[in-house]
């Protein structure tokens, strides 16, 4: 059984603090690294993904990748209120007809308190 | 442009109706997915459509029929649906279905089954 593991907090951080979000995974062939972001009754949002180890930034936010530890992280520095809503990270895994299927964490939800 | 439509945002049925969720891309993608999520849970993957071809069902039972009659459209029949199927339902679509490829949701339809 392929698992992504996330803590479901909730992880609260003050306004301007970086939060930390983490991420392990079963399958050591896993690739194609994923984070969404989903604001509540709304759909998931792609915000990083993250394909080779160590770290990929974009804006605020930093995706960190070991594959020898199988672990994924996600880095938000200066934390809004707006950034409150559930970090869904997500592994793709390969089965046998190649066609990658995408499985989710279960979600972190991150509380950024004025 | 990144844009996954789903119509209709909403959906009421009976359990007797029969009724389709449609979904559309324009981004030239050749993969299309669809997806269910229940309240607090992540999404779970039901079906994977890659070059207009069904490659994944994920034992979903015979009351949800996909059908991609294109390579931009996406449906999703229902037929004697139980009240447990109600949920959030995201199609999603990517370059292709291989490993390396970052999936874009839709707003998804909320199905209320009565």
């Known amino acids: 059984q392929k698992e992504v593991e996330q803590n479901s907090g909730p992880l609260s951080v003050p306004e301007g603090a970086i939060a930390s979000l983490n991420c392990t995974y079963s399958d050591r062939g896993s690739q194609s690294f994923f984070w969404y972001r989903q604001y509540s009754g709304k759909s998931p949002e792609l915000i990083m993904f993250?394909?080779?180890?160590g770290d990929k930034e974009d804006g605020r936010f930093t995706a960190q990748l070991n594959k020898a530890s199988q672990y994924v992280s996600l880095l938000i520095r200066d934390s809004q209120p707006s950034d409150s809503a559930t970090y869904l990270c997500?592994?793709?895994?390969?089965?046998?007809?190649?066609?990658?299927?995408?499985?989710f964490g279960q979600g972190t939800t991150l509380q950024v308190k004025p | 442009d990144t844009e996954v439509t789903q119509t209709p945002k909403h959906l009421v049925m009976g359990m007797t109706n029969k009724k389709s969720l449609k979904c559309e891309q324009h981004m030239g993608h050749r993969a299309m997915y669809w997806y269910k999520q229940k309240a607090k849970k992540p999404p779970e993957l039901m079906f994977v459509y890659s070059y207009e071809k069904l490659s994944i069902n994920e034992s979903v039972p015979s009351r949800f029929s996909p059908e991609c009659p294109n390579s931009s459209l996406l449906n999703l029949h229902l037929h004697a649906l139980q009240p447990e199927d109600s949920a959030l339902y995201l199609c999603?679509?990517?370059?292709?279905?291989?490993?390396?490829?970052?999936?874009?949701f839709g707003p998804g339809t909320r199905l209320t089954v009565l």
């Open positions: 993250i394909y080779s180890n």
């Open positions: 997500a592994v793709i895994y390969l089965g046998s007809s190649n066609t990658g299927k995408l499985i």
């Open positions: 999603a679509s990517s370059q292709t279905a291989g490993s390396y490829n970052e999936q874009f």
